[in-house]
């Protein structure tokens, strides 16, 4: 099982238009409870986002000057603006209902924001928002259900209960026993590691045969 963006998402596109107002911002922020809104053009295609560091420039007094970076350019440039299109920061960083929950994490963790807006893949028109707290829902996955993939990802590799003995608790799956060949190990902690809801691999695997040694040649 792989979580997708879908599964998780809410329904309601927290967007405004272009020429949203600096005190429509604030209160759509202020109405949702959240840290960012989407800026949508007239086809409802995201544009770019505003987020509360974009909103907080406004109160500090930014002169312009010729020696300034293209860094305190673009401050200045949000700070005077007055209209959703001149503040927001760009292009949307977005997603679909089919990106997996692990790659909209990685999507936010890599540009440090907290909400992605969600698109449709035809149209590129928005139709919901995935925040952080939705992808959390995949990490409290009931034990059982985690145990369940795991043992059928072992019984995939050949290995029983006679092999492999797995335990879940608090989303880490423990493993322990002995596999046929050191390069069964990999491919088994890699699956393991990629079910929904799963924090961390705990193994002490062994293997009978080590098939990946290389002999030295002979003199």
Known sequence: MTAKVKDVMGRVAIAVPMDASFADLVAT?????????????????????????????????????????????????????TKAGQIMSRPAITVTGGTSVRDAARLMHRNRIKQLPVIDAMTGRIMG??????????????????????????????LGPDDLRITVSGGVVGLSGQVPRRS????????????????????DVAFLVDDLLIAPPML
Do not use: Y
């Open 29 to 81: 922020m202020q109405r949702f409870k959240v840290g960012a809104v989407t800026v949508i053009d007239a086809d409802r295609r995201p544009v770019g986002v505003v987020s509360e560091d974009d909103i907080l420039l406004k109160e500090f007094a930014l002169d312009e000057s010729v020696f300034d970076g293209p860094r305190r350019r673009e401050e200045h440039r949000k700070a005077v603006g």
């Open 184 to 203: 069964d190990v990999k491919p088994l902690l890699h699956a393991v590691r990629r079910v929904e809801g799963v924090v961390e691999v705990d193994a």
């Open 129 to 158: 928002t995935v925040h952080q707290g939705d992808l959390l829902r995949v990490f409290v996955r009931p034990a059982e259900d985690i145990l369940a993939e795991v043992e059928e990802i072992a019984a995939r590799l050949n």
